[in-house]
Antibody, heavy 115, light 111 residues
């Protein structure tokens, strides 16, 4: 069965960077892209961007264009999302998802930005 | 402020039928299909409906979706206590370089 396992919770100071990983199993990693979605406390879901696992084509949300980098490693079936210049309003649960309609989701990674 | 508009809350008693709306625009729902996600607090979203009205394997047929113009709806028939969760709609938006947009979520309470 398709499974996405994300890295653990992180606590960062404002201005720092965070890199979240998402290890895929149960399907051919290069078949679908990996999408990153975040959810701030008490808020709705927010699309951050997408990376195609087979050719590294990326599409970032304009809001994050200058601060985010998404990568993938086909040798380990793992995708990464790095967010730089963190602010307090970046505190959120970050999810990876795969499938045409975001059929499968990781368990989420809580990133807390606090001084 | 979410691009797609949903009511913040909805409620119903067991056995009732509940409908949750999702309003968008010509660049998203008006042009592209809608997905719905169910999220129990503290857990990841789960795909409930895709392509406006299709149910993934394992989703009960009491969940149904529809779309008309720039709006979409999720209907739950025969409401059950385990349906208490947050429900969010999503669609691709063709503006800018294209991006996915979500509704703000509707918290469904089973009374």
């Amino acid at each position: 069965q398709v499974q996405l396992v994300q890295s653990g919770a992180e606590v960062k100071k404002p201005g720092a960077s965070v890199k979240v990983s998402c290890k895929a199993s149960g399907y051919t990693f290069t078949t679908y892209g990996i999408t990153w979605v975040r959810q701030a406390p008490g808020q709705g879901l927010e699309w951050m961007g997408w990376i195609r696992a087979d050719n590294d084509h990326r599409n970032y949300a304009q809001k994050f264009q200058d601060r985010v980098t998404m990568t993938s490693d086909t040798s380990t079936n793992t995708a990464y999302m790095e967010l730089r210049s963190l602010r307090s309003d970046d505190t959120a649960v970050y999810y990876c998802a795969t499938g045409v309609s975001f059929d499968h989701w990781g368990q989420g990674t809580l990133v807390t930005v606090s001084s | 402020q979410s691009v797609l508009t949903q009511p913040p809350s909805a409620s119903g008693t067991p056995g009732q039928r509940v409908t949750i709306s999702c309003s968008g625009s010509s660049s998203n729902i008006g042009t592209n299909t809608v997905n719905w996600y169910q999220q129990v607090p503290g857990t990841a979203p789960k795909l409930l409906i895709y392509s406006n009205n299709q149910r993934p394997s394992g989703v009960p047929d009491r969940f149904s979706g529809s779309k008309s113009g720039t709006s979409a709806s999720l209907t739950i028939s025969g409401l059950q206590s385990e349906d208490e969760a947050d429900y969010s709609c999503a669609a691709w938006d063709d503006s800018l370089n294209g991006y996915w947009v979500f509704g703000g979520g509707t918290k469904l309470t089973v009374l």
